[in-house]
């Protein structure tokens, strides 16, 4: 993710920035120390937001910490309804629509929420969807996957085709590879990363 890390650091200077899966928020925290305007941090681990809210005060960065699933949150930001069996139980967050004008999108390989499955491998299109949908015009979404089973060009044509659906085009895309002490001798990097800009 170093790679990422430095295109991040370019072109995060008075953007707003969502960082999805964000863990400890380390990618958040690059954009923050480059000049973001805003820079939420989105995860539903207690712990690790704990870690991203620590690192910030020690280095005299501000961040919104925000503690919930990806689904709810980021499909209510895209203007979409909240899905799964969390969305009949309640007890999370009412949210309006928002944008940004970077979105981070990290995810794990495989988990399971209340609101639905994250996988990487078969469904990468329900993550997709609702982050490119929540960009603002001129938009990036800055997305990963780091599935060796997962080839590079199919995946990004997974992503194109979400945001059509999502009626948020992807008019550009830029390929981030990996640095040259990562090599891939086949030519297929484990870990894929591009950039998706929208108009």
């Not at 999370?92 to 928002?98: D, I, S």
Request: net charge positive; with cysteine; proline share 6%.
């Amino acid at each position: 993710f170093r790679a990422a890390r430095r295109w991040l650091a370019g072109h995060s200077a008075g953007r707003r920035v969502l960082n999805t899966f964000a863990y400890t928020g380390f990618a958040g925290l690059v954009c923050a120390a480059n000049g973001a305007k805003a820079v939420t941090q989105l995860d539903h681990g207690r712990w690790c937001l704990g870690v991203a809210e620590g690192w910030a005060a020690a280095l005299g960065l501000t961040t919104e910490i925000d503690r919930d699933d990806f689904f709810p949150a980021v499909r209510q930001w895209a203007g979409l309804s909240v899905k799964g069996r969390g969305a009949q139980r309640g007890g999370w967050t009412r949210r309006g629509e928002r944008r940004f004008d970077v979105v981070i999108l990290d995810p794990p390989t495989f988990t399971k929420t209340r609101f639905g499955a994250v996988d990487i491998e078969r469904d990468y299109a329900s993550l997709a969807k609702p982050a490119l949908k929540c960009l603002a015009p001129g938009g990036a979404l800055l997305a990963t996957n780091h599935s060796a089973r997962v080839a590079r060009d199919p995946w990004i044509a997974s992503v194109r085709r979400a945001g059509e659906k999502a009626s948020a085009p992807v008019c550009d895309v830029t390929v981030i590879e990996p640095d040259a002490d990562f090599p891939s001798f086949d030519g297929r990097p484990p870990l894929s990363c591009a950039v998706f800009h929208v108009a």
